[in-house]
């Protein structure tokens, strides 16, 4: 089972990651819906491993254009059920790799917000000799930056279809 990540929790954390700075939903809801679908194809499977079955008794026991005509529908319809079961692969793979890259996405700001957290902490823990750097906005900075690295990151997996 995969481990759920929390959102970064701290005392600049919100002020890196709002607005809309991390995914709000969990990877694996997407899996529940990946698992579900699978589900569904196998619904599918059976409705279409059932009609086989009838396409084979026609074949083994019917004939004449009666026999021709139900055999032409019977392909007709073993052809939608094998386009349905290769949408709902499709849908399945679809929520596996979005789940993924949220995970990884999810990772990666979390990482980050600890990271800049870290290098504020650092300097205001150092003292006056860091009280310039503090003054002249240090902390906003890096906050600042990290949160045009989350709209980039966002931007870019949105561009790739997530």
């Known amino acids: 089972m995969v481990r759920t990540i929390g959102r ?3 005392e600049y ?7 809309g700075g991390w995914p709000g939903f969990a990877p694996t809801e997407l899996r529940g819906y990946s698992v579900e679908t699978g589900f569904r194809i196998l619904g599918v499977g059976g409705t279409l491993a059932g009609v086989h079955g009838l396409s084979q008794d026609l074949f083994e026991t019917w004939a004449g254009p009666a ?8 392909a007709e319809i073993i052809a939608h059920c094998e386009t349905l079961v290769a949408f709902l692969q499709s849908i399945q793979r679809w929520f596996l790799t979005v789940a993924a890259d949220v995970r990884t996405m ?21 003292g006056p000799e860091n009280e310039a750097a503090i003054q002249a906005g240090a902390p906003a ?15 870019r997996a949105i561009g790739a279809g997530v």
């Open 13 to 19: 954390a919100e002020l890196m990651l709002d607005p």
């Open 67 to 74: 026999a021709s005509a139900a055999t032409a529908r019977l």
């Open 106 to 126: 999810q990772l990666l700001i979390a990482a980050s917000v600890a990271s800049a957290e870290a290098q504020i902490h650092a300097l205001e823990a150092a």
């Open 141 to 155: 900075l890096l906050i600042s930056r990290l949160v045009s690295w989350v709209d980039d990151l966002w931007c």
């Open 8 to 10: 970064p929790v701290g």
